[in-house]
T-cell receptor, first 116, second 116 residues
Framework: KQEVTQIPAALSVPEGENLVLNCSFT??????LQWFRQDPGKGLTSLLL?????REQTSGRLNASLDKSSGRSTLYIAASQPGDSATYLC???????????????FGQGTILTVHP | GAGVSQSPSNKVTEKGKDVELRCDPI?????LYWYRQRLGQGLEFLIY????????KSGLPSDRFSAERTGESVSTLTIQRTQQEDSAVYLC??????????????FGPGTRLLVL
């Protein structure tokens, strides 16, 4: 059974810092890995999706890397801002064939607080 | 266009009652997913609809849970004889089929269910 772990569980940083969120998964047979942001009352927003054949994806101040063989991904946030405060979730989809790739397994998230 | 919408946003019910949760996916999205997020826990996959294929119900926790979807539109998640452990945020997501694992799931704001 796939298990996804995120470290740290919570992180508080001053504005402007660069930071790294970590995600690890136990089964390397994944189809893709996604990073989401969760804001209270607003559901989840997809930030980055890395296919299993890729090593990293970048969007603005965000960069996500994937090392499938070691079961790890990191989300790097550059020059953090108070508006980045949210819960960040990592999720993997299984490479089990058919339509099962849509069944995401989530980590419990990292609660990020960026203070001015 | 409009995103994924869910109703009601909040639902309080008494133990033993049945509840219905509704999800309106993004127009044109063929895949629809239900997840559950209990307090302090990660998101759990419940059920997955893909076009006209038989749904993947492997995540439903008991036979008290069922879901339907009419074609590629609205879905309802029904919980019969609710229990206190059913209290959670129920999230719906939809996605358009993509090639090579570029599928991104778009999430609704969730329905917060409290069973007294």
């Amino acid at each position: 059974k796939q298990e996804v772990t995120q470290i740290p569980a919570a992180l508080s940083v001053p504005e402007g810092e660069n930071l790294v969120l970590n995600c690890s998964f136990t089964d390397s047979a994944i189809y893709n890995l996604q990073w989401f942001r969760q804001d209270p009352g607003k559901g989840l927003t997809s930030l980055l999706l890395i296919q299993s054949s890729q090593r990293e994806q970048t969007s603005g101040r965000l960069n996500a890397s994937l090392d499938k063989s070691s079961g790890r991904s990191t989300l790097y946030i550059a020059a953090s801002q108070p508006g980045d405060s949210a819960t960040y979730l990592c999720a993997v989809s299984p490479n089990a064939g058919g339509t099962s790739y849509g069944k995401l397994t989530f980590g419990q998230g990292t609660i990020l607080t960026v203070h001015p | 266009g409009a995103g994924v919408s869910q109703s009601p946003s909040n639902k309080v019910t008494e133990k033993g009652k049945d509840v219905e949760l509704r999800c309106d996916p993004i127009s044109g999205h063929t895949a629809l997913y239900w997840y559950r997020q209990r307090l302090g826990q990660g998101l759990e996959f419940l059920i997955y609809f893909q076009g006209n294929s038989a749904p993947d119900k492997s995540g439903l926790p008991s036979d008290r849970f069922s879901a339907e979807r009419t074609g590629e539109s609205v879905s309802t998640l029904t919980i019969q004889r609710t229990q206190q452990e059913d209290s959670a945020v129920y999230l719906c997501a939809s996605s358009a089929r993509r090639w090579q694992g570029r599928e991104t799931q778009y999430f609704g704001p969730g329905t917060r269910l409290l069973v007294l």
